[in-house]
């Protein structure tokens, strides 16, 4: 099981933590928005210069998921169905607030952070030696790989953590036969591609910090499996790694 993600649903009421996908989602489709506005030249003569083909690329490629996201929950809500809800405790495994309670708000810190990837893009050009057209592209390749990687890793993860599982179990399915943490491995990559799409040593500042934090999240989880599925979660960690397959 993996319980790596950026969201907490530990200290909200019942009602509030059932909202919490779709508040998340919010805040996601809001982040998106004042990141073009971070790129658009304001009261310039050509104002949307710097939303080129990488940085409109990336911002394009992360919106695209929630269009048919917004689109089935506008269904469900005119239809009057309402979506399966995840017990609270197992909301806050998967979460991983339950490992290390409050962590979120370090996510979330690290998160308005990367806002001045964007502006330095867009506005700063701190060290413009990096804005080089194959890192960039090759940046978007590795976002579209951390993509597909995500929702290969949630796909399993659904499963493990839907409204009719009430039992917690051990994911080894998927991408979770070869490391243990695929949602972190993914996010690392991602903080890298972001850095490398929009030529930004900011960008490669802020890895520092996400990497120790996720790195964090990563020793106390498996602290909890541990105690959580005992022997089996050793025998698993045996046959896995952490991040790298057959590495670490």
């Known amino acids: 099981m993996s319980t790596d993600s950026t969201k907490n649903a530990q200290v909200f009421s019942t009602s509030t ?7 998340w989602s919010l805040f ?39 269009l048919p996201l917004m689109l089935r929950r506008t269904i469900m809500l005119l239809s009057g ?14 979460w991983g607030s339950t490992a ?39 940046g978007l390749v590795l976002h579209l790989v951390v993509a597909l990687w995500g929702r290969w890793t949630v796909k399993y993860l659904e499963v493990a953590f839907s409204g009719a599982n009430r039992t917690l ?12 943490h ?8 991602e903080k890298i591609a972001v850095a490398l799409v929009f030529a930004s040593v900011v960008g490669w500042l802020l890895v520092i910090p996400w990497c120790v934090l996720l790195l964090r999240q990563i020793r106390l989880e498996e602290l909890h499996l541990r105690k959580l599925f005992g022997s089996e979660y050793v025998a698993y960690s045996q046959q ?7 590495i670490y």
């Open 17 to 23: 933590r059932r909202q919490m996908p779709s508040l």
């Open 28 to 66: 996601s489709v809001g982040y998106l928005v004042v990141a073009l506005a971070c790129l658009i030249q304001w009261g310039k003569r050509s104002p949307w210069s710097r939303v080129d083909i990488f940085s409109g690329g990336y911002l394009l490629m992360r919106a695209l998921p929630f």
């Open 81 to 94: 169905r309402s979506r399966e809800s995840i017990p609270p405790e197992s909301r806050a495994e998967r």
């Open 100 to 138: 290390a309670p409050g962590w979120e708000y370090w996510v979330l810190a690290l998160t308005l952070a990367d806002l001045a990837v964007y502006l330095d893009y867009g506005h700063w050009h701190l060290m413009p030696s990096l804005h080089r057209p194959g890192p960039q592209a090759f």
């Open 169 to 180: 179990a051990l994911v080894r399915s998927g991408p979770f036969r070869y490391i243990r």
């Open 182 to 189: 695929p949602i972190y491995a993914g996010a690392i990559v």
């Open 240 to 246: 896995t790694t952490r991040l790298l397959p057959g």
